[in-house]
Every structure is written in C-alpha cells, then in structure tokens.
T-cell receptor, first 112, second 112 residues
Framework: GAGVSQSPSNKVTEKGKDVELRCDPI?????LYWYRQSLGQGLEFLIY????????KSGLPSDRFSAERTGGSVSTLTIQRTQQEDSAVYLC??????????FGPGTRLTVL | DAKTTQPPSMDCAEGRAANLPCNHS???????VYWYRQIHSQGPQYIIH???NNETNEMASLIITEDRKSSTLILPHATLRDTAVYYC?????????????FGAGTQVVVTP
C-alpha cells in the first residue's frame, strides 16, 4: 500500500519568507510526527499528533514553527520568517501502533 | 528516556553476520530497546524492538543481556543494501505514542 508521502521533495526559499511543508500519512494511522535532520546531525523531534489529543509541541525550536493536522489526516508544518539555520531535511512519520513509526522520504529545505 | 551509546562506525563483509552493539546502562524496567536504520537519503526504517527477551524477525535478531544494560542487533547475512546508519533507541512505555529520540547511531558499511 501507499506509504507516507511528503511534498515538496525539495524547497529553496529566501531568508525571511514563509514555507509550508505537507505530509500525507498512511491512511488510518492515528499518530503523526515531524522530525528534522540538519546536515551531519541526527534526527531531532519537532512535534507529534495523536488522535484528538493536544499535540506535543515540545520539540519546536521557536515560535516561528507551527504545525496543524486537519481532519486527523494531512499535516502541514509551517515555518515563518525562515532563517538559514532552518535548512534541513524535514521528515514526517505516522504510526498505528506505538511500536513502529513509518517515515516519509522527507522535504529538503534550503534557505538562502 | 535512557541514553544509549553506540560505536560511530563499523564495517562488515557481504554475506557475513553484522553484530551491532548498544550500551544502555541506565535503562529502567519499563523501557524498551528499539532499533531503526536510515539508508542514505531515505527516512528511517523500523527494524525490531524488545524488552528483555531475545527477538527475531525477518530483518534481524535482537539480543538483550540479562541485566538489560546492553544489547546487540544482529543482521545475519549482511548485503550491500544493509549499508546504513543504525540507531539504538530506548523508549519508555508510558510514553507509548511519543517521540523517538535518535542519537548519532552507527554507520555500517557493508563491503563486497
């Protein structure tokens, strides 16, 4: 079946612009996660959604970052007033059980 | 969650078993050991997890010491496609839906 999809696959933007990154989770998965991976760095948790519970936003690095999940499915990660340090691969994952998270291919964001 | 320690890199000959160690000496009784891997330019992929018993699936085996302070992931017959960064993660079960905290992992290179 279809896996987690993310769009766009690549995004180049200018410093100060806003960007939106989209994640389509596996159908029926109740949990959705956002991570990012900077060049040469490990994966860093950003935020996760589980069902109708309030999202865990504890990993968001600043108030320029926000995310929403509409209808319990698609999620959008928004970065306002992008900075060069926001350049990274942004990864989305979804899960049906607490054991296995299924990751998408990621969106590579480059801020010039 | 308990921290983990892994060697930064290791090589393995194709067709041989790859034994990846992970130290988690501060693990508590309700924490599971998870393994994920990340092939270059892809999102992480779940491999296996366990609490205290040894586990085996189609991808790998997980051996956890009796005191649970360390574990070994075994890839029984390494192939070139197993070249990846392997992450050992310890995760508390009361935070079942929560984030994965990735460390630096072990870069495994399988050579012909």
């Amino acid at each position: 079946g279809a896996g987690v999809s993310q769009s766009p696959s690549n995004k180049v933007t200018e410093k100060g612009k806003d960007v939106e990154l989209r994640c389509d989770p596996i159908s029926g998965h109740t949990a959705l996660y956002w991570y990012r991976q900077s060049l040469g760095q490990g994966l860093e948790f950003l935020i996760y959604f589980q069902g109708n519970s309030a999202p865990d936003k504890s990993g968001l690095p600043s108030d320029r970052f926000s995310a929403e999940r509409t209808g319990g499915s698609v999620s959008t990660l928004t970065i306002q007033r992008t900075q060069q340090e926001d350049s990274a691969v942004y990864l989305c994952a979804s899960s049906l059980t607490y054991n296995e998270q299924f990751f998408g291919p990621g969106t590579r964001l480059t801020v010039l | 969650d308990a921290k983990t320690t892994q060697p930064p890199s290791m090589d393995c000959a194709e067709g041989r078993a790859a034994n990846l160690p992970c130290n988690h000496s501060t693990i508590s009784g309700n924490e599971y050991v998870y393994w994920y891997r990340q092939i270059h330019s892809q999102g992480p992929q779940y491999i296996i997890h366990g609490l205290k018993n040894n586990e085996t699936n189609e991808m790998a085996s997980l051996i956890i010491t009796e005191d649970r302070k360390s574990s070994t992931l075994i890839l029984p017959h390494a192939t070139l496609r197993d070249t990846a960064v392997y992450y050992c993660i310890v995760r508390i079960t009361t935070d079942s839906w929560g984030k994965l905290q990735f460390g630096a992992g072990t870069q495994v290179v399988v050579t012909p």
